[in-house]
């Protein structure tokens, strides 16, 4: 079963706007990662956040965690087209070493 | 540095026929992971192993099995295939996996149909 959820399923957008993806997990986690997928190939990964962090800036990425509300956020600057991918947070959880448990993923298209 | 490959990139069997799928992992990273993606069931989780060891294993029947060699390069099998087998299936590697705070670099996937 999966770790927990991301919201919206689908979020469609105009190129220059923001990108907001959220993710909930249900356990503990050791730290969450975000996963950007195109079109049913590889995962590519995009930033890690560890549990004892709060916010993380990667590019136009910024990734924030609240470990009280067992939920994350994925900000995208200024989207382009090339940004249209599948995201996926993943969560690690103490003593599992480095098993990613997977939430559904968020479906983003970006309209140029 | 050449990045994680997986061979076949595509697969076409059987139901009750039997896959060895095939991972080679980054250079240098001695940690694999296989995972498998269906529309249904999303990304899930199959095993972990690091130095020939496996380390963890997902929810699956006893039909998927793995081994890592002592090159790092890991195999999967899957016997007695069911048509809800047809999936992507992933391979990732990683340096190691003792704390687990290390990102993990996938491969493009084997897409395996049962028919």
């Known amino acids: 079963s999966q770790q927990g959820e991301e919201d919206p399923q689908a979020l469609s957008i105009q190129e220059g706007e923001n990108a907001t993806m959220n993710c909930s997990y249900k356990t503990s986690i050791n730290n969450l990662q975000w996963y950007r997928q195109n079109s049913g190939r590889g995962l590519v990964h995009l930033i890690l956040i560890r549990s004892n962090e709060r916010e993380k800036h990667s590019g136009r990425l910024r990734v924030t965690l609240d470990t009280s509300k067992k939920s994350s956020s994925l900000l995208i600057t200024a989207s382009r087209a090339a940004d249209t991918a599948s995201y996926f947070c993943a969560t690690v959880v103490y003593n599992q070493g480095g098993k990613l448990i997977f939430g559904q993923g968020t479906e983003l298209s970006v309209k140029p | 540095k050449a990045g994680v490959t997986q061979t076949p990139r595509y697969l076409i069997k059987t139901r009750g026929q039997q896959v060895t799928l095939s991972c080679s992992p980054i250079?240098?990273?001695?940690?694999v992971s296989w995972y498998q993606q269906t529309p249904g069931q999303g990304l899930q989780f199959l095993f972990e192993?690091?130095?020939?060891?496996?380390?963890n294993k997902g929810n699956f029947p006893g039909r998927f099995s793995g081994r890592q060699f002592s090159n790092s390069r890991s195999e999967m099998n899957v016997s007695t295939l069911e048509l809800g087998d047809s999936a992507l299936y992933l391979c990732?590697?990683?340096?190691?996996?003792?704390?687990?705070?290390?990102?993990?670099?996938f491969g493009p996937g084997t897409r395996l149909t049962v028919l």
């Open positions: 990732a590697s990683s340096l190691f996996v003792e704390t687990g705070n290390n990102e993990q670099f």
């Open positions: 192993y690091f130095s020939e060891t496996q380390r």
């Open positions: 250079s240098g990273h001695r940690s």
